[in-house]
T-cell receptor, first 117, second 112 residues
Framework: DAGITQSPRYKITETGRQVTLMCHQT?????MFWYRQDLGHGLRLIYYSAAADITDKGEVPDGYVVSRSKTENFPLTLESATRSQTSVYFC????????????????FGNGTRLTVT | KQEVTQIPAALSVPEGENLVLNCSFT??????LQWFRQDPGKGLTSLLLIQSSQREQTSGRLNASLDKSSGRSTLYIAASQPGDSATYLCAVRGGGYQKVTFGTGTKLQVIP
């Protein structure tokens, strides 16, 4: 299926465990993003990537690690999960180029609901 | 720091009514503004994107306007339907390609 696929859809893990959330897009968009959505805070950027092997921190990066060895994949790893990382995580992508410049829309996956016990 | 506000947080209207959702932002130096809808348990679906040089965009029953100088955007929904029930979020991009600031949304309920 075309678009952005996130897996798993739901995940329960224990405090201190490592967990990886997967994101795969089929458009070959250059930019990919990870957001978390929490009541009272809205959507906040965790990390983003401008291209394969190029990543940078967003607003709330602490406790998270990302990698992007291939354009289509952008996994997010919680190195040692904490209860404060209980949230809904969204992956998004966006294209950029001479034609689209800054006006390419963001496209979102369906999210991963993570619960840390 | 850009701040995006959406008021009201929730809105309930009878089916068939025309309605307006509001979005305001504090920094007018934006590239564009995007409207999304989010259904429960789902991701965000892009509805409309208005570039900073544009005044409005239309898609079907939806019309979004942008007044950059006053820091406001509105999403007009004509002839509302129960299927329009969702949370609507606006997001502004500015200060860098990755810098997208989201509002906290307006939860719309259209009553049959």
């Amino acid at each position: 299926d075309a678009g952005i696929t996130q897996s798993p859809r739901y995940k329960i893990t224990e405090t201190g465990r490592q967990v990886t959330l997967m994101c795969h897009q089929t458009w070959s968009h250059s930019y990919m993003f990870w957001y978390r959505q929490d009541l009272g805070h809205g959507l906040r950027l965790i990390y983003y990537s401008a291209a394969a092997d190029i990543t940078d921190k967003g607003e709330v990066p602490d406790g998270y690690v990302v990698s992007r060895s291939k354009t289509e994949n952008f996994p997010l790893t919680l190195e040692s999960a904490t209860r404060s990382q209980t949230s809904v995580y969204f992956c998004a992508s966006s294209d950029v180029g001479q034609a689209t410049s800054y006006n390419s829309p963001l496209h979102f996956g369906n999210g991963t609901r993570l619960t840390v016990t | 720091k850009q701040e995006v506000t959406q008021i009201p947080a929730a809105l309930s209207v009878p089916e068939g009514e025309n309605l307006v959702l509001n979005c305001s932002f504090t920094d007018s130096a934006i590239y564009n503004l995007q409207w999304f809808r989010q259904d429960p348990g789902k991701g965000l679906t892009s509805l409309l994107l208005i570039q900073s040089s544009q005044r409005e965009q239309t898609s079907g029953r939806l019309n979004a306007s942008l007044d950059k100088s006053s820091g406001r955007s509105t999403l007009y929904i004509a002839a509302s339907q129960p299927g329009d029930s969702a949370t609507y979020l606006c997001a502004v991009r500015g200060g860098g390609y990755q810098k997208v600031t989201f509002g906290t949304g307006t939860k719309l309920q259209v009553i049959p």
